[in-house]
């Protein structure tokens, strides 16, 4: 990020005799943010409109642009100014517009709102640009995942708001966390140096090892449908990416493009007809009619890279 500072003031002297300056300087630029009119389905959108109003709003340089011509890469920072909206802080899918074209945008939560930021580009002096800020409300939720001692096959169905392990780790008793991971495992030993899982995916199975009892609360989001998990060749441990029992015959495989249920992929020889779960007596397959639990973790076997798909 580059920033052109045109004008600076300093002032010298005594500290205790300087006049009461602001934390944060004025911007020059005026931003009016309004609801929108429009209707959008199943969403909420805002009108914000951005308009320079000295001319350091015209030179700032905070955007870097990259072209190509007779095979020559040529770098361009045009002017750009920021601008921002501040929405609820469940607001989801957002999507910023000018003219009726999505502009790229960042995103962070403050405290109860959400921040949403993006670039103008090449803006002018008493120029007033409108953008619109479409989003949805998708409420937060929280999982629970209740541990024993012991080992404990579990997964994450939400998106975590933060997928560190190590958040919702600190102080539980485990002694160590196994996922699959293509011929081997990778592992977090909490008494030992070697950390592999340092982050929480829906979808993917854990295999917990635990001391004594504990609880894990994760908060976060549904997924997008639909979702889909990568199966590499041979053992993978899986969960559901979703918060409903599922049945196999109601998941589709993707291999190489094309899609199969999950008794068409066991027939052309894709995956193994054979699905593993974990309890206190280990590993056993499932019943012919039993069905997926969110939370937990199970075993697939691929003969092929594929992808298992939930709608």
Known sequence: MLNQTAYMDMM?????????????????????????????DNASSVETSITPENESATDWVYWIETDSIGGSLNLNAPPAIIGEALLPKDADKVVVKEDGLTVWHDEYVIGDEKKVMWPVIRPRLGEERRFSIEYMIIPGQVQSINITAGW????????????????????????????????????????????????FYPGEGLLI???????????????????RLDLHPGWNMVGLPVNQTVALENITVNVKHKRYSYPEAVNEGMVSAFVWKYDPSGWTHLGQNETLMPGMAYLFEAMDDAKLEFR
């Open 152 to 199: 404990n096959a579990v997964s994450i169905y939400l998106r975590p708001n933060d997928p560190k392990a190590s958040k919702y780790l600190s102080n539980k008793p485990y002694r160590s966390i196994f996922t699959i991971a293509g011929q081997g495992w990778d592992f977090n030993m909490k008494d030992g140096e070697l950390v592999n899982v340092t982050s």
């Open 209 to 227: 090892d635990s001391s004594d009892n504990f609880t894990l609360e994760i908060s976060g989001k549904p997924v997008d449908l639909p979702h």
């Open 12 to 40: 010298l002297g005594d500290p205790s005799f300087r006049p009461y300056l602001p934390r944060s300087p004025a911007l020059p630029y005026r931003i009016n943010t309004l609801p929108s009119n429009a209707t959008i």
